[in-house]
């Protein structure tokens, strides 16, 4: 059973930093393109960023240039580095894997950790 737990969220004021991290397990990193999603309070969820299979990235234009994804297949654990944070960051921050070996592969989300910026 493939399982996804998201950690390092937490209180930080604004200009400051995080690191967050999603370990995935029962399956292979290798398989999936992987992704960073959060969801403020009232709003739909948003796209943060993306890492592929391949290493390529995408980001969500409110965050590029401050966050950076990353992703060790060793470890089987993808990173999300929040620089500069400002109150508009706020939200739950949920890591996605998405299967892309196989048509139409599965897409697996983790619980989410709170991300909250505030003097």
């Known amino acids: 059973q493939v399982r996804l737990v998201e950690s390092g969220g937490g209180l930080v004021q604004p200009g400051g930093s995080l690191k967050l991290s999603c370990v995935v397990s029962?399956?292979?990193?290798?398989?999936?393109?992987m992704g960073w999603y959060r969801q403020a309070p009232g709003k739909q969820r948003e796209l943060v960023a993306t890492?592929?299979?391949?290493?390529?990235?995408n980001y969500g234009d409110s965050v590029k240039g401050r966050f950076t994804i990353s992703r060790d297949n060793a470890e089987n654990t993808v990173y999300l580095q929040l620089n500069s944070l400002n109150p508009e960051d706020t939200a739950v921050y949920y890591c996605?894997?998405?299967?892309?070996?196989?048509?139409?592969?599965?897409?697996?989300w983790g619980p989410g950790t709170q991300v909250t910026v505030s003097p």
């Open positions: 890492v592929t299979r391949s290493g390529s990235t």
């Open positions: 029962g399956s292979n990193l290798r398989i999936y393109d």
């Open positions: 996605n894997a998405k299967n892309v070996v196989v048509i139409e592969g599965r897409s697996y």
